[in-house]
């Protein structure tokens, strides 16, 4: 199965700044998602990031807050800009797996704590 | 609309107690895919099962097994004789899309404590 590798796993960030979150995969693959679960809560997706192509954001998610590239099939970044309290979340890329029982695989996801 | 219930938001229970995790669907879609995923202390989401709307067969694998009843729309987990290391957040996903489209929708997640 596809193996994510997701980084940072954690971070402490200021109020006002941004972070970006990366996201490789040890395969090739169409599309890459990428979600938020604030604390406690289920996972909500963000957008979806397609090779070559803009990312389809989900209502609640706008590209200036959420920037997103896709610069190959392996890669993805996604940036949380100018960040509050309120981004304080796990992020998690996600990608559908082909080989075997078809699945969504996700990347171990990055803690951002903004304060 | 797509719509996951977990109704159950704690469960806790004593090792070796067995305890089953309800997932109530809804869609209109015929074709469609649920998913369980556990999430450990770590945070990770690591893939259980997926069972597609049109294969109704319960599935064991070891110490868990899935009872898909589609005419309660319900897909509920269960884990026989429970561990310590089974305490993690459990997460059942409803998809409708799949090569074209992601229409993943994730329940609320039911947290489980097993006590030693």
């Known amino acids: ?115 | 609309a797509q719509k996951v219930t977990q109704a159950q938001t704690e469960i806790s229970v004593v090792e070796k107690e067995d305890v089953t995790l309800d997932c109530v669907y809804e869609t209109r879609d015929t074709t469609y895919y649920l998913f369980w995923y556990k999430q450990p202390p770590s945070g990770e989401l690591v893939f259980l099962i997926r069972r597609n709307s049109f294969d109704e067969q319960n599935e064991i694998s070891g110490r868990y097994s899935w009872n898909f009843q589609k005419s309660t729309s319900s897909f509920n987990f269960t884990i026989t004789a429970s561990q310590v290391v089974d305490s993690a957040v459990y997460f059942c996903a409803l998809s409708v899309g799949w090569n074209n489209n992601n229409d993943m929708r994730f329940g609320a997640g039911t947290r489980l404590t097993v006590k030693p």
Do not use: H
């Not at chain 1, 890459?32 to 070559?52: E, V």
């Open chain 1, 1 to 115: 199965s596809a193996v994510i590798s997701q980084k940072p796993s954690r971070d402490i960030c200021q109020r006002g700044t941004s972070l970006t979150i990366q996201c490789q995969v040890d395969s090739q693959v169409t599309m890459m998602f990428w979600y938020r679960q604030q604390p406690g809560q289920s996972l909500t997706l963000i957008a979806t990031a397609n090779q070559g192509s803009e990312a389809t954001y989900e209502s609640g998610f706008v590209i200036d807050k959420f920037p997103i590239s896709r610069p190959n099939l392996t890669f993805s970044t996604l940036t949380v800009s100018n960040m509050s309290p309120e981004d304080s979340s796990i992020y998690l890329c996600s990608v559908l797996v082909d080989r075997g029982p078809l699945r969504y695989t996700f990347g171990s996801g990055t803690r951002l704590t903004v304060v």
